[in-house]
């Protein structure tokens, strides 16, 4: 069940710079999207999200693109920090329904 | 800052044995979730809660599972006869409304032998 895809497993990106972390989806019926980010021995911590009746969504320094003809989403973080470095999780889910399909995740690491 | 309990936060146990895992949840939520993490694959849903009754479910949720909220605090999940594949962190989680934005608790690390 390869619903929802991030194909990157790692990134690593210089302090101050531009992290850009891509997911994919196959199914057409899901009309939320969500960023997860999770620390080691820790939940994962809501982070972002995104109807699809939207192409862009901005808090901060997190900014999520939706671009539902490629089914395809990004998430960007302008500028990166130490305190950035985690895994990210995508995930999607269809309205009406409760439960979340998530990505494997991407581990981003931030250098100093 | 309200946050999600859950306890125990490791236990072993030997295949064939009922485990039970325990969450409360963020006191004013009304979803309720459990959710699991293999090592090195991807957060699976498991079950969602909702109104004191099991809303949604996934194909891993089968007989051996089950979901309680006993006293109007505690949300518990129970697995009746662990087998060696239920080795996983299991992650309860609660929610004011389903978005899909979910507190997650630290998790519960079951490893069955």
């Known amino acids: 069940d390869q619903q929802v895809k991030q194909n990157s497993p790692s990134l690593s990106v210089q302090e101050g710079r531009i992290s850009i972390l891509n997911c994919d989806y196959t199914n057409s019926m899901f009309d939320y999207f969500l960023w997860y980010k999770k620390y080691p021995a820790e939940g994962p911590t809501f982070l972002i999200s995104?109807?699809?009746?939207?192409d862009k969504n901005e808090d901060g320094r997190f900014t999520v693109f939706l671009n539902k003809s490629a089914k395809h989403l990004s998430l960007h973080i302008v500028p990166s920090q130490p305190g950035d470095s985690a895994v990210y999780f995508c995930?999607?889910?269809?309205?009406?329904?409760?439960?979340?399909?998530f990505g494997q995740g991407t581990r981003l690491t931030i250098n100093p | 800052e309200p946050e999600v309990t859950q306890t125990p936060s490791h236990q072993v146990t030997q295949m064939g044995q009922e485990v039970i895992l325990r969450c409360v949840p963020i006191?004013?939520?009304?979803?309720f979730y459990w959710y699991r993490q293999i090592l090195g694959q991807k957060v699976e849903f498991l079950v969602s809660f909702y109104n004191n009754e099991i809303s949604e479910k996934s194909e891993i949720f089968d007989d051996q599972f089950s979901v309680e909220r006993p006293d109007g605090s505690n949300f518990t999940l129970k697995i009746r006869s662990t087998k060696l594949e239920d080795s996983a962190m299991y992650f309860c989680a609660s929610s004011t409304l389903n978005t899909g934005e979910l507190f997650f608790g630290e998790g519960s690390r079951l490893t069955v032998l």
């Open positions: 006191s004013n939520h009304l979803y």
């Open positions: 995104i109807s699809s009746i939207k």
């Open positions: 995930a999607a889910m269809s309205s009406g329904a409760q439960k979340l399909v």
